[in-house]
T-cell receptor, first 114, second 110 residues
Framework: ETGVTQSPTHLIKTRGQQVTLRCSSQ?????VSWYQQALGQGPQFIFQ???????GRGNFPPRFSGLQFPNYSSELNVNALELDDSALYLC?????????????FGSGTRLTVV | QKEVEQNSGPLSVPEGAIASLNCTYS??????FFWYRQYSGKSPELIMS??SNGDKEDGRFTAQLNKASQYVSLLIRDSQPSDSATYLC??????????WGAGTKLIIKP
């Protein structure tokens, strides 16, 4: 059974550009959650997708958007990149939407905006 | 705004001693609590979960929960240099998201 995989592992973008991050969920999992972790801080919830629909969203602007595909893999898209978007982006998949059981994360994507 | 608070550290502990990490939370209705370990440059790894008041032991790790005081702690016995990492406390909120503390950096000195 494979775990959660994220790609790419590292990415450097210029301010104003757009970026797409990818997450392949663990086999049997239908829910994907995305978090942003700035340096020295705890992760911040961006949004969750369940069966291809957004199931909840944190305090992030609309330029952060996502998709979930029929195979339950997911994309995070960020438009009009800002310097403050530099962070580790984490994806977690689960077989249920509730956070009461904890999440297992992929290895993350380190985004640097210059 | 629901909050989770941790001392940022660093907490320096001699090898072989007990490391004690603390976390307080603001939501009295919280039912489950998680400790994650994060090595530098890596993603958080779930190491302990606790749902009931009292202690829960798993190997060298013990999680302690006191809901009346809104306090959860993690004890690491016989600390090893490989335990050096940032430890993050997380609490569910709104059913589908985790609220996180900023983490405590733990340094185990040989």
């Amino acid at each position: 059974e494979t775990g959660v995989t994220q790609s790419p592992t590292h990415l450097i973008k210029t301010r104003g550009q757009q970026v797409t991050l990818r997450c392949s969920s663990q086999s049997g999992h239908n829910t994907v959650s995305w978090y942003q972790q700035a340096l020295g801080q705890g992760p911040q919830f961006i949004f969750q997708y369940y069966r291809e629909e957004e199931n909840g969203r944190g305090n992030f602007p609309p330029r952060f958007s996502g998709l979930q595909f029929p195979n339950y893999s997911s994309e995070l898209n960020v438009n009009a990149l800002e310097l403050d978007d530099s962070a580790l982006y984490l994806c977690a998949s689960s077989s249920r939407t509730e956070a009461n059981y904890g999440y297992t994360f992929g290895s993350g994507t380190r985004l640097t905006v210059v | 705004q629901k909050e989770v608070e941790q001392n940022s550290g660093p907490l320096s502990v001699p090898e072989g001693a007990i490391a004690s990490l603390n976390c307080t939370y603001s939501d009295r209705g919280s039912q489950s609590f998680f400790w994650y370990r994060q090595y530098s440059g890596k993603s958080p790894e779930l190491i302990m979960s606790i749902y009931s008041n009292g202690d829960k032991e798993d190997g060298r790790f013990t999680a302690q929960l006191n809901k009346a005081s809104q306090y959860v702690s993690l004890l690491i016995r016989d600390s090893q240099p490989s335990d050096s990492a940032t430890y993050l406390c997380a609490v569910p909120h709104s059913n589908y998201q985790l609220i996180w503390g900023a983490g405590t950096k733990l340094i185990i000195k040989p």
